[in-house]
């Protein structure tokens, strides 16, 4: 299975070309110009998982909204509430029929803030429900024509819906389309999808497995940590989810327990779930794992003899994540465009400055043997040879301990 992960994008703008959102469609490759899929449900269930998992809602979005297409079994799962309403358009598709289940599905997930958009729209007085509900109704300006579109635009302006024009490929349809009074726009006139890609890091299947069995079980949050503690992707991955724009947290969540805190034990669950499924069965390097486990714990430890514990929990961060670059095959700066973390822990994993970047210095430096750097920076942390010692022998059991493979 690939190790990458890809996702299109395309931009929705207003009639000044001001971008406001994006249009997500899944991609098999990254060259490839449109979707090659088993189902609609599958490429939900990939867009919204490389979203989350694999390329971070921060960085995909720059603060747009995105619209995601849904068919009826993404609708009614509970995986469409693992994006944030805040970032999300559900974008219903045109095969999807207005029963009285997906009416109510909707209404629901309307008073828990979500937005619609119906795609590719044909009236009938079926939709009538729909129309009174959604947000945008998306029109395929190729595939009516002149008289056709302005009957249909006149009809659905008496809704409160906002008109996106689709497939606007000329100047002359993008003017057609501002006088009929259309809000947004997409198309090749002003855009064709970007294709981007990400590096994939994945889970521990056995791991994901354990933590949705405690979590159906309603075990108690300080026994989760452990697990997660001991998987670099679950670790990495939970933090910037928790710290995604969606969550409107006032400030960076940091630790793994606090992490799971916030999100409660059900869209825990969603979460883990999703993860599973779409992972691949091949998980990252053990020993590129067990060295960032190892040099975590090493920091979290050392951190003991003075910091309180919430800066033990910071370090053991700081460890995990200095080795990500060797994890996504990508420079720590382009890293940390991916997660949202708090300042002292950039500073320590971009040049081991601030409060933390002496601890991860020392831990890199037990690792290579650099007898000199070790000594100075035992010293300048006020530790003795002898803690710093004890710190990396029980950070090398506790790893075995684990039982990693």
């Known amino acids: 299975m690939s190790t990458n992960a890809y996702i299109a994008r395309q931009p929705i703008v207003d009639g000044k070309h001001q971008l406001i959102a994006y249009e997500l469609l899944f991609r098999h490759s990254a060259h490839a110009d449109s979707a090659l899929i088993d189902s609609d449900t599958d490429a939900g269930i990939t867009v919204i998982a490389n979203t989350l998992f694999n390329m971070g809602t921060e960085w995909l979005l720059k603060g747009k909204l995105a619209f995601v297409n849904m068919e009826v079994p993404m609708l009614m799962s509970s995986f469409s509430t693992l994006l944030s309403a805040e970032n999300i358009v559900i974008e219903v598709l045109e095969t999807v029929r207005p029963t009285p289940e997906v009416i109510e599905r909707i209404r629901e997930l ?45 009809r659905i302006k008496r809704y409160p819906v906002k008109l996106i024009a689709e497939k606007v490929e000329t100047p ?33 299947h056995g791991t994901v497995l354990m933590l949705l069995d405690k979590v159906r079980q309603g075990a108690d949050v300080k026994d989760l940590e452990p697990l997660f503690k001991k998987d670099v992707a679950l670790t990495f991955k939970l933090l910037r989810y928790i710290n995604s724009a969606g969550f409107g947290l006032s400030c960076e969540v940091q630790s793994i327990r606090h992490a799971v805190s916030i999100l409660g034990m059900q869209p825990l669950y969603r979460w883990l779930t999703l993860l599973l499924v779409t992972a691949s069965g091949s998980p990252t390097s053990p020993a590129l794992a067990r060295t960032a486990i ?6 979290e430890l050392l951190g003991k003899h003075e910091l309180p514990k919430g800066d033990q929990d910071n370090l053991f961060i700081v460890g995990v994540f200095s080795l ?42 037990i690792e290579s043997g650099d007898r000199e ?33």
């Open 110 to 154: 309307k008073v828990a803030g979500y937005r619609f958009a119906l795609d590719d729209f044909k009236y009938g007085p079926e939709f009538e429900p729909l129309l009174a509900m959604v947000n945008y109704v998306k029109l395929d300006v190729l595939a009516h024509s002149p008289g056709d579109l302005a009957a249909m635009v006149a």
């Open 172 to 204: 002359e349809q993008f003017r057609h389309c501002k006088e009929l009074g259309f809000d947004f726009f997409q198309g090749y006139y002003f855009a064709h999808p970007e294709n981007l890609v990400a590096k994939i890091i994945n889970p521990n």
């Open 294 to 299: 190892t040099r975590g714990r090493f920091c």
């Open 324 to 365: 990500l670059p060797a994890f996504l095959e990508m420079p720590m700066e382009d890293v940390l465009e991916r997660v949202v973390i708090s300042e002292s822990i950039a500073d320590a994993l971009l040049d081991r400055t601030g409060l933390y970047g002496p601890f991860l210095a020392l831990a890199e430096a």
């Open 373 to 405: 750097q070790l000594d100075n920076l035992t010293e300048a942390l006020m530790l003795a040879p002898d803690q710093v010692s004890q710190a990396h022998l029980q950070s090398l059991a506790w790893v075995e301990q684990l039982g990693l493979d």
